[in-house]
């Protein structure tokens, strides 16, 4: 059962077995010239605290978080010797005795309360509990009890529930003003309020898997943020010998559609794929790889042009112009994804220069013009 700093103690198992509660956070510090427990736990602080007229000796020692053992009702803290000497390794140990028990004095009654009150003290005398508890009582989380004639509030079973279901909620990301509805909600409205709580957390967990997932693929090259598919359709154009530069380009502009419009991915590399199945288109992949470093007016890099222009003629007379480009994307997402492709790919600006002499404009999104003068659209 774990502790937190502003949050309550769990219910501890108060029988014959040992319990431990995980503190988290520094607690107090206790000076060097505290007394010393005897033994073999000679490293263990032992200092006493005074409630409910009784004297519960407790014994500190170790590193790490701290980690409270409470004793079980047949038993005190000189039966934990072994397990403490284990834990200390790990954890700043901290165990004591109920009333009536080992070092601890006697007392007038003993009850579950009043063995749960010893604990109480305990966590108390650490520093976490109270904290956890003022903070309650000033969002009016919690009813401040009375104090005793000792000067220690006293907190009844039902309130240790409370704080139990307080924790909870907290913890489940509840904000405290609803917390508050809820503990004075009815049996229906808490039971709806839970099952809100659980689709919530639920969403988020969702979420996270995704983004682990999304983390877990950056060492994963093409597959960053890309769907099976489009990683499939990039293999393909490698396979072919498409230049690793003109991938890059079609990767990159991938990468910002699937963030964009992930829905209308599906719709798009469905296209591709079907194009990619064009001799004729595949071939102009390899032409244009082997024309990236070549000037505006190279006779392969024209010869090109050429034969793209008069490709995407054919296919908008056969086809219609829609078929030529239905990527529907918005201007400034072409437009970035056109500069992308201009500075990975040396030869495209040249490439659609010389295009749009040809009567045909755009890198990402195609349209039809009228071509310069000198120039003619051709057709096979």
């Not at 505290?34 to 605290?49: C, E, I, L, N, P």
């Not at 519960?56 to 409270?68: A, D, E, H, S, T």
């Not at 966590?123 to 969002?139: F, I, N, Q, S, T």
């Not at 798009?268 to 007016?297: C, N, V, Y």
């Amino acid at each position: 059962m774990t502790l937190t700093q502003r949050q309550p103690f769990s219910m501890v198992d108060m029988t014959t077995r040992t319990s431990a509660i995980e503190v988290t956070g520094p607690g107090k510090s206790y000076s060097a010239d505290r007394k010393r427990a005897d033994g073999s736990r000679g490293t263990m602080r032992q200092f006493t605290v005074h409630h409910d007229d009784v004297t519960i000796p407790i014994y500190r020692g170790g590193q790490g978080r701290p980690l409270v053992l409470c004793p079980g009702l047949n038993s005190t803290h000189a039966d934990l010797h072994e397990l403490i000497e284990l834990l200390q390794r790990d954890y700043d140990v901290v165990t004591f005795d109920l009333r009536g028990h080992g070092l601890a004095s006697d007392a007038d009654r003993y009850s579950f309360k009043a063995f749960l009150s010893d604990l109480v003290a305990v966590m108390a005398e650490l520093g976490d509990l109270d904290r956890a508890v003022r903070h309650y009582h000033a969002k009016g989380l919690l009813p401040e009890p009375e104090r005793d004639h000792s000067g220690y509030r006293r907190y009844d079973a039902g309130a240790v529930v409370e704080l139990i279901k307080i924790r909870i909620l907290a913890e489940a990301g509840v904000p405290l003003a609803r917390v508050r509805e809820l503990l004075q909600a009815d049996e229906v409205e808490f039971a709806a309020a839970v099952g809100d709580i659980d689709s919530r957390l639920r969403a988020e967990i969702r979420q996270r898997q995704r983004h682990r997932a999304q983390i877990a693929r950056l060492a994963a090259g093409d597959n960053l943020a890309l769907p099976p598919a489009v990683v499939e359709y990039l293999d393909r154009l490698r396979a072919f010998g498409v230049d690793e530069r003109i991938v890059q380009a079609e990767r990159d502009g991938w990468i910002l559609l699937a963030a964009h419009s992930p829905e209308r991915v599906p719709e798009w590399i469905a296209r591709k794929r079907e194009q990619i199945g064009d001799p004729q288109l595949t071939d102009f992949f390899l032409s244009l790889s082997q024309a990236l470093d070549r000037t505006a007016d190279d006779p392969p890099l024209v010869e090109l042009a050429e034969k793209l222009a008069a490709y995407l003629t054919r296919l908008a007379e056969e086809e219609g112009e829609d078929y030529v480009d239905d990527t529907d994307i918005e201007p400034p997402l072409v437009k970035l994804m056109d500069e992308l492709a201009f500075d990975t790919v040396p030869g495209a600006r040249r490439l659609i220069e010389l295009l749009r002499k040809r009567g045909w404009t755009g890198w990402t999104k195609l349209e039809r013009g009228e071509p310069s003068t000198g120039c003619r659209r051709d057709t096979p």
